[in-house]
């Protein structure tokens, strides 16, 4: 609204006279109109004064004006207030409001058409502002301790504001329960709790996962049969494992013992193996062969003044000398398999 009175820069001071002075007179000319003839007015918030159109003709052939006066000098007193209205939150708040601003322009339209009114309008309009649905929610969750507000948001259902969780549907982040679960929110935010029954389990974090009981337990069952056939089969297999190489090594054990206690006859093995200190004949060489031959070159020789008193041989002179009646042979030790070796 503006009011037909010169605007100075006292009316930006809230503390100055001029702004006390004009705010007393708004208080008892519109604020007492609002009270009267609007059933939801609650009150009057942020007045703000500042210049407005010029003054009206009327106002100025009161006074005379200097040739040289400014555009702020001959302004008006422009006047901008909001209006809190108490609107129930029921089917159609919308409609509610819309009325209301209605019945607000016409109130204003009253105080401008008296003439004993203490201001004189020269113009006023009443406009709409947008419905802040979430302010609704704020003021209604008061009394609701603050990790529970978070999870609340405010929605417009069919023209009323409702303040939903996320169990609703119509939340943007609605948490959907699967199988009949239920959706509670706790502090820890929405959680799906699934239902129970005799036959059925329900698991997952929305109750998607269904399970028969049966079918488990019998599951359970098999797996428990065979992983009890399993132990026994491994332990019987460790026994019998155990027993036979026990056995082999008893049979082992009793050979050698044999051995050592009586004469025993050794099986002819495949391999005969040497040492480089057994025995040789000294007369014949290793791997040589005796032959005729041997002897065909050898010729006694017989002297009339010489005496013989060693006896005749055929063989090759051998000097006794060289061979040593306690000489050491050695031979190895005969090897012990059992038939499962072989």
Known sequence: MEINEKFTDDHTNPSSDAYQDFLKRFNETVVNSYEKEIPNFLRVENIILSAGGPLQRSQRRKRSLPLKETISDTASLKVEHDILLNIENDKNPTDTYENIVKNVAIVLDGIKNKTDSGLVLNKATASETDLNVKEVCIKALEGIPENFQKYYEAVLLGGKVECVTPCNGNHKNAKICKNSGT?????????????????????????????????????????????????????????????????????????????????????????????????????????????????????????????????????????????????????????????FET
């Open 183 to 339: 959706c509670e929110v706790s502090s820890q935010g929405p959680s799906c709790y699934c239902p129970y029954n005799d036959d059925l389990w329900y698991l997952g974090a929305d109750c998607s996962l269904q399970v028969h009981k049966i079918g488990f337990y019998a599951g359970l069952g098999s797996v428990a049969a065979i992983a009890v056939l399993t132990v026994a089969f491994l332990t019987a297999y460790l026994i019998i494992n155990k027993r036979t190489v026990k056995r082999n090594k008893d049979i082992k054990q009793e050979l050698v013992k044999e051995w050592l206690e009586d004469d025993f006859e050794w099986p002819p093995q495949k391999k005969t193996s040497y040492t480089a200190d057994r025995y040789d004949n000294p007369v014949y060489s290793p791997g040589g062969r005796h032959t005729q031959d041997s002897f065909g070159n050898y010729k006694p020789y017989f002297s009339a003044n010489q005496s013989y008193t060693q006896n005749f041989s055929p063989e090759p002179s051998i000097d006794l000398r060289y061979i040593q009646r306690d000489q050491f042979m050695k031979m190895d030790r005969p090897q012990i398999r059992s038939s």
